[in-house]
Structures are given as C-alpha cells and as structure tokens.
C-alpha cells in the first residue's frame, strides 16, 4: 500500500497527526497538506484511479474451451473461424461463441501464431520556441534513487517552457501510467491547460507498440486539445531546460536521500518554494520563474465532449481496442480505449478513422485492421527549439 494512503488510514483511525509526522519524519506542514487533499477529493488524490474496464466478456464454461483447445491440437493450421465450425459441427446442440472468443481463447493458450508487425521507430516531432506562459509545459521523470527505507523514488517534474517555473515535483514508487495520470490531472486543476506538453519516448508519455507511439496518457491530453511534442532519441538537449533543473534538484534534495516517500516529498516541496520564487535565473536576468510566470487562461473542467460532423459516423473504442461497425469487429489500438472516433468512406470499401483533429488511418472491407496513414505527429523541417 502507498505510503500516503497508510498515513490517512491511521489518521481515520483516531490517531495523531503529530504522533504520525513523528514516526514518518515529516513535519506538520507536509501531514497536513496530505490530509486537505485527502479531504478535498478523497483517496483519487493520493493514489492512481482505476483502469478497470466497465464491463467484462463473458467467460465461457471450462467445459467448452477445453474442446475448443482439444480440437485446435487435432487442427494445428486451422484459424478460428475453421476451428468454430469444426466445433458446431461435432456439437450441434451446443451454443458456439464467437469468432472473436474462440480466437481469445486459443491465444490464451498459446495457440496462435502472431504476426509480427512493423514496430514503430521514434523520430521526434516539430518542437515549438514559445515565449508565453503555458505555451509549453515540459515533463520528465527525474533517474530513480534508493531512499532510506531501501525503496526507490521516481520524481515526476513539469515545468513551464519560457518561466521555468517548477510546476510539479511529485515523488512517486513508480512510473506506471495511472499515477502519472493523477499527478497530471492535479497540475491541470491547479495551473490550467498548456497549450502544448514536451518529453521524451518513454513510458507512460509514450509507447513503442501503439499506434504513432502514442500511449494512453498522450491520448488524453490530445483529448484535452493539448498538442504534444518529443524529443528525438537520443537528444536529451532537446530538453535541456528541464535537464538542467534536474541537476539542481538533484544536488540538494538527493544528497542524502529521505527516509521514505513521504519525507522526500517534503524536501521536493521545500525545494520547489525556493526554486519558484527565491532563487535567481541566469537566464531570466537574475529574475524568479515566479516573477515570469502567470495560471493558464485554459481551465480544467475534465474531457469535454466530441463530435465528428464531418464524418459518416462517430464510434466508440472497445476496452480490447477495436472499433465495431456494421457487426464487423476492425483492430485499432488499446490506447484509445473508451475514446470515440470519426469514420467516414473515402474510397470504395475504404475507410478513414479520425481522433480529434488528427487522421490516423484507414481499413477497408477484408483486412478488419487499421493500417497507419502519414504520421500526423512526426516531425517537420523547422528551426531548431534553443534550449
């Protein structure tokens, strides 16, 4: 369990709040703080929110996948829809599932022979040189470091492109996508929306295996309408503004380490005070970030609505990450799970499938597969972001 949650838990259950700060070496200020938040939007403000999908298939009885896999081993080269047919014919009086759930089944079980696909290759995108507060916000997550407790600690930073104002500092047990989604969504309520975020390809701000390398966080802030922008591999310095933040909190809030979480998300706290409105920038003429930076015009009210009127139809994307038209069942990617499409025909038997303002694909009748089309995020030939 997180540390945070433990610290709330014993509180509700009648203990101190100075007895607690003792034990897990943080002051008043820090337990409290977790404490409003807490109270403020419960324990979604301290922990990841589900991603557990609304409905469930239907699992089929034991009975009937153990002949289904039985009559795969007698057919090895046979595909599900041979197997399924095989299987109404032996068992007439038996309900057949379908195509879809006999090949679920049999890949469960090793079965099925993927296809390997052409992986996506990162190349970085168009990178933008605004002068604007919020026109850009950057985010990384700083290396891991052991603590105390011989645990590690992921810091998730975001800072803002033309103030270097620090944002977030949030110490975290691990990169994992759902607690990435939390820290952003309480910077949003927070700042407001940028107009565009800047990193790198890794996890969670992107994904080798997606579509476009787009991953389930980048998803949604292109929900937000918040354009995103990354680095090419290998180039750090694409990002070097928040690099060199990275140093510096490095040398004075690692050296030594907390003692837990909750102790290092202290020190982050005190260095992020100093940091915004003590410490002089070189770069801003000895000026503070807070000095240059002002809250987004943007505000965060959650995903708003959306609507494809340009296009023959608006789809919404299973959990399994498929789109389902017309009793056809097209494979498109998990990373836009929940999240709706536009489909509209441009050629015979071929159609082009839609995300915001952004064309990603098509599929025609007889593959029931998205193919990608030109990478609407790629990069472009234009003048190289300063640093």
Same mark, same amino acid.
């Given at each position: 369990?997180?540390?945070? *949650?433990?610290?709330?838990?014993? *509180?509700?259950?009648?203990?101190?709040?100075?007895?607690?700060?003792?034990?897990?070496?943080?002051?008043?200020?820090?337990?409290?703080?977790?404490?409003?938040?807490?109270?403020?939007?419960?324990?979604?403000?301290?922990?990841?929110?589900?991603?557990?999908?609304?409905?469930?298939?239907?699992?089929?009885?034991?009975?009937?996948?153990?002949?289904?896999?039985?009559?795969?081993?007698?057919?090895?080269?046979?595909?599900?829809?041979?197997?399924?047919?095989?299987?109404?014919?032996?068992?007439?009086?038996?309900?057949?599932?379908?195509?879809?759930?006999?090949?679920?089944?049999?890949?469960?079980?090793?079965?099925?022979?993927?296809?390997?696909?052409?992986?996506?290759?990162?190349?970085?995108?168009?990178?933008? &040189?605004?002068?604007?507060?919020?026109?850009?916000?950057?985010?990384?997550?700083?290396?891991?470091?052991?603590?105390?407790?011989?645990?590690?600690?992921?810091?998730?930073?975001?800072?803002?492109?033309?103030?270097?104002? /620090? *944002?977030?500092?949030?110490?975290?047990?691990?990169?994992?996508?759902?607690?990435?989604?939390?820290?952003?969504?309480?910077?949003?309520?927070?700042?407001?929306?940028?107009?565009?975020?800047?990193?790198? &390809?890794?996890?969670?701000?992107?994904?080798?295996?997606?579509?476009?390398? /787009?991953?389930? *966080?980048?998803?949604?802030?292109?929900?937000?309408?918040?354009?995103?922008?990354?680095?090419?591999?290998?180039?750090?310095?694409?990002?070097?503004?928040?690099?060199?933040?990275?140093?510096?909190?490095?040398?004075?809030?690692?050296?030594?380490?907390?003692?837990?979480?909750?102790?290092?998300?202290?020190?982050?706290?005190?260095?992020?005070?100093?940091? &915004?409105?003590?410490?002089?920038?070189?770069?801003? &003429?000895?000026?503070?970030?807070?000095?240059?930076?002002?809250?987004?015009?943007?505000?965060?009210?959650?995903?708003?609505?959306?609507?494809?009127? /340009?296009?023959?139809?608006?789809?919404?994307?299973?959990?399994?990450?498929?789109?389902?038209?017309?009793?056809?069942?097209?494979?498109?990617?998990?990373?836009?799970?929940?999240?709706?499409?536009?489909?509209?025909?441009?050629?015979?038997?071929?159609?082009?499938?839609?995300?915001?303002?952004?064309?990603?694909?098509?599929?025609?009748?007889?593959?029931?597969?998205?193919?990608?089309?030109?990478?609407?995020?790629?990069?472009?030939?234009?003048?190289?972001?300063?640093?």
């Amino acid at each position: 369990m997180d540390e945070k *949650l433990k610290f709330i838990a014993r *509180l509700l259950d009648g203990e101190s709040m100075a007895s607690l700060c003792r034990e897990f070496s943080i002051s008043r200020k820090t337990g409290y703080k977790i404490w409003s938040r807490y109270q403020a939007s419960g324990l979604e403000a301290l922990s990841d929110r589900s991603r557990r999908p609304y409905k469930q298939a239907n699992r089929l009885p034991f009975q009937i996948e153990k002949l289904l896999v039985q009559l795969k081993h007698e057919k090895p080269s046979w595909g599900a829809p041979k197997i399924r047919e095989l299987f109404v014919r032996k068992h007439p009086d038996v309900n057949p599932p379908a195509k879809s759930t006999v090949h679920a089944v049999l890949e469960r079980h090793g079965l099925v022979t993927k296809k390997k696909r052409r992986r996506y290759r990162a190349e970085g995108t168009a990178l933008s &040189n605004t002068q604007k507060p919020n026109g850009l916000w950057c985010a990384d997550y700083k290396g891991e470091f052991m603590m105390g407790n011989k645990s590690y600690c992921y810091p998730l930073t975001i800072t803002d492109f033309s103030s270097r104002y /620090l *944002l977030t500092c949030e110490a975290l047990e691990t990169t994992k996508e759902q607690y990435a989604f939390t820290v952003f969504e309480n910077t949003f309520k927070e700042f407001g929306l940028p107009h565009a975020i800047r990193t790198d &390809n890794g996890v969670p701000f992107a994904s080798a295996h997606a579509l476009f390398g /787009l991953s389930k *966080l980048s998803v949604w802030w292109l929900r937000l309408g918040i354009d995103i922008e990354r680095i090419k591999p290998g180039h750090p310095e694409q990002n070097g503004r928040h690099e060199r933040m990275h140093l510096t909190l490095k040398k004075e809030t690692t050296k030594p380490a907390g003692a837990n979480l909750l102790q290092q998300q202290e020190r982050f706290d005190g260095f992020k005070q100093e940091f &915004n409105f003590e410490r002089p920038h070189q770069a801003l &003429n000895m000026q503070t970030p807070s000095s240059r930076y002002a809250m987004s015009l943007r505000q965060y009210n959650g995903l708003p609505e959306v609507e494809y009127p /340009l296009h023959e139809r608006t789809l919404t994307v299973t959990e399994c990450g498929r789109i389902c038209m017309d009793r056809r069942k097209i494979n498109f990617s998990r990373v836009f799970a929940g999240q709706k499409v536009g489909v509209t025909q441009v050629d015979d038997k071929i159609w082009m499938v839609s995300f915001m303002g952004y064309d990603l694909g098509y599929f025609d009748e007889e593959t029931n597969r998205v193919e990608p089309g030109e990478n609407p995020f790629g990069a472009k030939v234009l003048p190289m972001s300063p640093v």
